[in-house]
């Protein structure tokens, strides 16, 4: 948006490029750019308040990107990083399940690596700060500034200090504005200045709508003889049923320690789905619990992640701005990889940028000429194919992992807002969330172990445009799901005789972990994810 009158003095740093964002894509960016040329100069910004505290992945890397962008990194690897060794795929039913016989070629890692994403970037940024790339976590970039003819000239870093009236607090401190010939986007999944840029620039005009999912993840410390380092499972099927996308992880990590997570589809129908819970629930299935019992916790948390692929791929390129990794949509959905995409295209950004003085023109036409776009073409038809249900999903992705992706024809992505069937419109599945003996027990514990921190005198980052919709409209036709598709308990339905129609939505702030799922699932629309004061937000360990 252009910037209206500000009253407040700012301060003003310049530079060539800022990046948003110390993910895998903006850190290799500027790594790759100083390589090429030391003299320009480059500013990376983190809202977190260390670097890899909001990263969140699964993760196993394919190494190849990585090798290209620091050739000696096996010497000097990253603090959580296990060779992988051997691969599994279950396939479970509520009461059982069984070892596939073949493992789907994209989830066979031979040569690749099991890593913490978060401990990867908190890595990875030394090394850009020793080529002379600025590091500033804790700077939340809060909007964009802009040219009179509409170029994006940088962006200005929220304010601190603001109460949740509004009002300036003691403390107070106006954010400054970094302006910079070049904008790069690396915000990840949903990245709420891309979201507005994506609308301003009509960037999306000539793709489908961008498809998410979420992905829950627990890190656990189990007892002794457990674990077989660098064994990689995946699973489909229960507790998910056939026309819901869902699927989990167990990484089997060094110091008898596991990384579990649970994916679910954010294209799910059933206005009852509740994700957090399908994960605990899966959490108990007779070939999971067994490896859990008498362990414990260190660290959870969620995060959206991007699945609409080749065809939901955006323009990357604007005036003055261009976007990179899962912030323009490069995860490779059947592989469960995105790492080795964002680097490929943070590197391939830099080199576009160093080579044209800086002009982000032509970096769409580059991307889409790419590696990175030519193998999420070949996968484009698998994830769609699974909206017509597990079976046809299996099949159809046997079909074009065969054909390479050859089909004549790509299969269209629609919103995930406007997947959910209205209460009573057809007969839903029995969501039978069992009780749990295994921890956390409840949304509020995960908070907890994703040391998620706000002030709670700021103003709310979850902007509700209408919320006279949550207790009206939104009652009767899905029965309020954001208490559901939620993973940290942020929205609430409270009884309220004062309110006008006998309760209230509440919005507890505190809670989020920063996942965007709100921003995606809401029915209406109408929820807007917003940084907060720079510096909140979960503080995630080795996710």
Known sequence: MNQPADAVERDVMEYDVVTVGAGPAGLSFAIRLKQIN????????????????HILSGAVIEPGPLDALLPGWHDNPPPVCVPATEDEFWLLGKDGGRKAPIVPPGMRNHGNYIVSLGAMCAWLAPQAEALGVEIYPGFAAAETLHAEDGTVTGVRIGDMGVAKDGTHKPGYTAGIDIRAKV???????????????????????????????????????????????????????????????????????????????????????????????????WKHHPMVKPLLEGGNILSAGARAIVTGGWQSLPKVEMPGALLIGDTAGLLNVPKIKGTHQAIRSGMLAAEHLAAGALAPAGFDAKLRASDAMAELRKVRNIKPGFKKGLWFGLLNGAWETATAGLSPWTLKVKADWSALDKVGSHEQPKRDYIARDLPPRDRLAGVYFAATEHDE?????????????????????YNNPCTRFCPAAVYEIVEDAQAEHGKRLQINAANCVHCKTCDIKDPYEIITWVTPEGGSGPNYQNL
Not at 38 to 53: F, L, M, N, R
Not at 460 to 468: A, F, G, K, P
């Open 38 to 53: 030391p003299d320009i100069s480059v500013c990376v910004i983190e809202k977190s308040s260390t670097i890899g505290a």
């Open 183 to 281: 904008t790069v986007l690396a915000e990840g999944a949903r990245g709420h200045l891309t979201k507005r840029l994506v609308r301003r620039f009509d960037l999306d005009a000539d793709s489908d709508p961008q498809a998410y999912s979420i992905g829950i993840k627990e890190l656990w410390q189990v007892p002794a003889g457990r674990v077989t380092p660098g064994k990689i499972v995946h699973t489909l099927g229960w507790p998910a049923d056939n026309h819901t996308y869902g699927g989990s992880f167990i990484y089997h990590l060094d110091n008898d320690q596991l990384a579990i997570g649970y994916v679910s589809g954010l294209d799910y129908h059933d206005p009852n789905y509740a994700p957090y819970e399908a994960f605990q629930q």
């Open 457 to 477: 005198d700021q103003p709310v980052h979850l902007h509700v445009h209408d919320t006279s919709i949550c207790v009206t409209r939104c009652v009767e036709e």
